[in-house]
């Protein structure tokens, strides 16, 4: 199974700071298709997950142009670029180049 | 507006099994899969499988099977997801999020999430 590797797992910010999430994957996630299946998900205290990103740099309908995505291969980058009270919750990276799909171990983001 | 509705939460003896339904709506069932996601309490998110709605076909992860089964009820756009022998690790909330037709890649999976339902596994 590919393993999914984020960094850090907790993540003090300030309000109206940036905040940067690293997700490093064990094996390359550009698909035969030629496009990259990797996910982003934010999951508010006691809420379901909820899709911020799709294809490393694709933000979902709804979701603030303060989120972002980037990377290529194996190294990929979640960034807020100024953090928000309601931006606090868990952040997972996930693949769905390879079966099974597989998850980051998640990077809880809190304001300092 | 495009939903999965989950059923409620279970409590559950150990060696019990459990049968947690999401229904879909807002959109053709049967173009899409369903995949099942659980999360053990203050603990991330594991890929328990997937079901095509079109054609039924199933792909498990490798430590559940022979222990779960998914499967889906066309006419009314719902799928399920039954875990037999139950354990106390068993003890998550279970989610349904929609997921690709066919095993393959898709922009349009896990785009949508059910509310989840807590299974607890307790004696």
């Known amino acids: 199974d590919v393993v999914m590797t984020q960094s850090p797992l907790s993540l003090p910010v300030t309000l109206g700071q940036p905040a940067s999430i690293s997700c490093r994957s064990s094996q390359s996630l550009v698909y035969s298709d030629g496009n990259t299946y990797l996910n982003w998900f934010q999951q508010r205290p006691g809420q379901s997950p909820r899709r911020l990103i799709y294809?490393?740099?694709n933000r979902d309908s709804g979701v603030p142009d303060r989120f972002s995505g980037s990377g290529s291969g194996t190294d990929f980058t979640l960034k807020i670029s100024r953090v928000e009270a309601e931006d606090v919750g868990v952040y997972y990276c996930m693949q769905g180049t390879h079966w099974p799909q597989t998850f980051g171990q998640g990077t809880k983001v809190e304001i300092k | 507006q495009v939903q999965l509705v989950q059923s409620g939460a279970e409590v559950k003896k150990p060696g019990a099994s459990v049968k947690v339904s999401c229904k879909a709506s807002g959109y053709t069932f049967t173009s899409y899969g369903i995949s099942w996601v659980r999360q053990a309490p203050g603990q991330g998110l594991e890929w328990m499988g997937w079901i095509s709605a079109y054609n039924g076909n199933t792909n498990y992860a490798q430590k559940l099977q022979g222990r779960v089964t998914m499967t889906t009820d066309t006419s009314t756009s719902t799928a399920y997801m039954e875990l037999r022998s139950l354990r106390s690790d068993d003890t998550a909330v279970y989610y349904c999020a929609r997921a690709t037709m066919i095993v393959a890649p898709s922009s349009g999976a896990f785009d949508i999430w059910g509310q989840g339902t807590m299974v607890t596994v307790s004696s």
């Open positions: 294809k490393v740099s």
